[in-house]
């Protein structure tokens, strides 16, 4: 087994503390990583309180990680020593379903494993970024260019992801008018690949305040969704929502802000059901949609993508030991946009 270090919530009553672990040693098919680096995701705190549902303890948080090749299993091919590499959400999936063979690994229809708070197929925990190593099978470890700043790469695998494959999948680009509703971590990297893209891009936000910043990111237009007068001047007006907050909010209200046929696409998490009403669908033949992460393919075209057009999240990097107080900032919006935790801290 290998010795490894981490910081893990040992309940979902303990805060995150330093935790020494075993990975299963490199087998013919894995991937060992050095973590240099790895993104905080909102759901990082979600699963650490048992918000969605009961967790896996101890656990290891981290599912946006970066860092350097240290060992591979005598039948890899496609990565090698001193590389640098990424994990993102997920580490295996069954590999035969008709979603797997199409690429979908985040849709296996036997459920993928996730990076962490998950069971292997064997059984046993898995442990995510929040830690200086990491072992992968080969078919799950992303190639990640010296060309970006690595640490604001790291949210790209879930941040970038999350956004880039709604957008990819109901080809939004030129002549569309897409509105990304909310501008936090996932929020500002929508933004990012829908001007990419050429669309025309509008902020929808409740905060006047970060007017400034959505421009700043690339963003034609903002309206402030807590000024009735705004929010009537653009009823009916976008082809899709890119719906990334997780907090309560009126859909009814938004979905009257699609034209007809638009598409309200959900990826943000609220931690309620929302209702909608029948006649905010049937007005406008308007659709809601959802979208998880991307497969593996996919998220390696979004790196390759983002290396092509110099796309990386805005990011604030951050000592580990600084964990907890991060977590508060984030939960008051207190950070543009991504925190990023260098692991050399740990």
């Given at each position: 087994m290998i010795q490894a270090k981490a910081y893990a919530a040992q309940d979902s009553q303990t805060d995150l503390a330093p935790w020494d672990f075993e990975r299963r040693e490199v087998g013919p098919h894995d991937v060992q990583i050095e973590i240099l680096f790895c993104g905080v995701c909102h759901s990082d705190l979600h699963q650490i309180k048992n918000d969605w549902f009961p967790g896996v303890f101890p656990m290891v948080p981290g599912h946006e990680i970066v860092g350097r090749i240290i060992k591979v299993g005598d039948h890899v091919k496609n990565f090698k020593i001193g590389e640098l590499a990424g994990v993102g959400c997920m580490v295996d999936s069954c590999q035969v379903c008709e979603n797997c063979k199409e690429g979908l690994e985040q849709y296996c229809f036997e459920g993928n494993t996730q990076t962490y708070n998950n069971l292997d197929r064997s059984g046993v925990p898995t442990y995510g970024g929040y830690s200086n190593t990491i072992v992968v099978r080969e078919e799950f470890v992303l190639h990640v260019s010296d060309k970006l700043s690595l640490a604001a790469t790291a949210p790209l695998l879930c941040a970038g992801i999350t956004t880039y494959s709604p957008l990819r999948h109901w080809k939004v680009g030129k002549g569309h008018k897409l509105a990304v509703l909310g501008l936090g971590g996932l929020g500002h990297m929508g933004v990012k690949f829908g001007v990419a893209f050429g669309a025309e891009v509008t902020v929808l936000s409740t905060s006047a305040s970060k007017e400034a910043a959505a421009k700043e990111l690339g963003a034609h237009k903002f309206?402030?969704?807590?000024?009735?007068?705004?929010?009537?001047?653009?009823?009916?007006?976008?082809?899709?929502?890119?719906?990334?907050?997780?907090?309560?909010?009126?859909?009814?209200?938004?979905?009257?802000?699609?034209?007809?046929?638009?598409?309200?696409?959900?990826?943000?998490?609220?931690?309620?059901?929302?209702?909608?009403?029948?006649?905010?669908?049937?007005?406008?033949?308007?659709?809601?949609?959802?979208?998880?992460?991307?497969?593996?393919?996919?998220?390696?075209?979004?790196?390759?993508?983002?290396?092509?057009?110099?796309?990386?999240?805005?990011?604030?990097?951050?000592?580990?030991?600084?964990?907890?107080?991060?977590?508060?900032?984030?939960?008051?919006?207190?950070?543009?946009?991504?925190?990023?935790?260098d692991m050399a801290t740990l």
């Open positions: 309206v402030v969704t807590s000024d009735p007068e705004q929010v009537k001047a653009v009823k009916s007006s976008f082809d899709f929502i890119l719906d990334t907050v997780s907090a309560p909010h009126d859909m009814n209200m938004y979905l009257s802000l699609l034209k007809t046929n638009g598409v309200h696409i959900c990826v943000g998490v609220p931690p309620e059901p929302m209702s909608i009403a029948a006649f905010s669908l049937l007005g406008g033949r308007r659709s809601v949609a959802g979208s998880g992460i991307g497969g593996v393919r996919e998220t390696q075209e979004m790196l390759d993508f983002c290396v092509q057009h110099n796309i990386v999240s805005d990011i604030e990097v951050i000592d580990i030991k600084d964990i907890t107080k991060s977590y508060e900032r984030m939960l008051k919006g207190d950070v543009r946009y991504r925190f990023v935790i």
